[in-house]
């Protein structure tokens, strides 16, 4: 499931499945915090939300309208918000584990999608087919 060699004394993994958000601005967004502090990234997400800082994105773009500073970017405020609420999730795992808050990065962020199920709504009205997504993050506490 992970892409990643998982060491449990360094690490700490969470994961959420069947979130109903975009796979599109979630795979967007784990391609910005890959990589950074933990509270970078959760400072991140919060700018996101309030919308100060727009999300690049770098895929299937040709529609979307620039953004100050980023190019083609948008501000996908429900995937900041279960994004921000997954990576709260392993930090509590982490300190479970007594690692170091401070020194935690983000080394793995995977999105996949999820099902598709579908939901009626009426009789008389067609259904939906709502899509969702899974989400996995592991960090390492580095020195």
């Given at each position: 499931m992970y892409n990643v060699e998982y060491n449990p004394e360094r690490m700490a993994r969470a994961c959420k499945r069947n979130v109903p958000i975009s796979h599109k601005f979630a795979?967007?967004?784990?391609?910005?915090?890959?990589?950074?502090r933990l509270d970078k990234a959760k400072r991140y997400l919060e700018e996101v939300i309030e919308m100060k800082r727009p999300v690049p994105i770098t895929r299937y773009n040709s529609d979307l309208a620039h953004k100050p500073g980023v190019g083609p970017g948008r501000y996908p405020v429900n995937t900041a918000k279960e994004i921000l609420d997954l990576l709260n999730s392993v930090e509590k795992n982490a300190q479970t584990k007594g690692l170091d808050v401070k020194n935690l990065y983000i080394i793995s962020f995977l999105v996949m999608k999820g099902s598709k199920f579908y939901r009626p709504r009426r009789r008389d009205m067609a259904g939906q087919r709502r899509k969702n997504t899974h989400i996995s993050v592991v960090v390492e506490e580095r020195k």
């Open positions: 795979r967007e967004i784990g391609k910005e915090i890959k990589g950074k």
